[in-house]
Nanobody, 121 residues
Framework: VQAVESGGGLVQPGGSLRLSCVVSGSFFSLNTVNWYRQAPGKERVLVARITSGGSTNYGDSVKGRFSISRDNAKNTVYLQMNNLRPEDAAIYYC????????????????WGRGTQVTVSS
């Protein structure tokens, strides 16, 4: 199982990006998926979370600007980022929880390698 992020890049302040996290491999179900970010010299912080049922949570700094969603058929989670600010620049990581089996399965988590977001004019 692996989680792979894409969609990062360079954008001007006020611009938008959509990140994707594709979880692939052999597993029963994709459960909660988190997006974290880490700026140079700073701790990794939670940006947004989406549960298997579609409930969402956001970090205070991105509320109203970012939106997390999922396509269960594609095992993909998206992070739509609007009105980007220079302080949003960071490496964005996907953190996915999967169930290994329907019966007697366990929950395992996987981290992606990250995608770089740069916000600059």
């Amino acid at each position: 199982v692996q989680a792979v992020e894409s969609g990062g890049g360079l954008v001007q302040p006020g611009g938008s990006l959509r990140l994707s996290c594709v979880v692939s491999g052999s597993f029963f179900s994709l459960n909660t998926v988190n997006w974290y970010r880490q700026a140079p010299g700073k701790e990794r912080v939670l940006v947004a979370r989406i549960t298997s049922g579609g409930s969402t949570n956001y970090g205070d700094s991105v509320k109203g600007r970012f939106s997390i969603s999922r396509d269960n058929a594609k095992n993909t989670v998206y992070l739509q980022m609007n009105n980007l600010r220079p302080e949003d620049a960071a490496i964005y990581y996907c953190h996915a929880f999967i169930s290994t089996a329907q019966v007697m399965g366990v929950e395992v988590d996987y981290w992606g390698r990250g995608t770089q977001v740069t916000v600059s004019s």
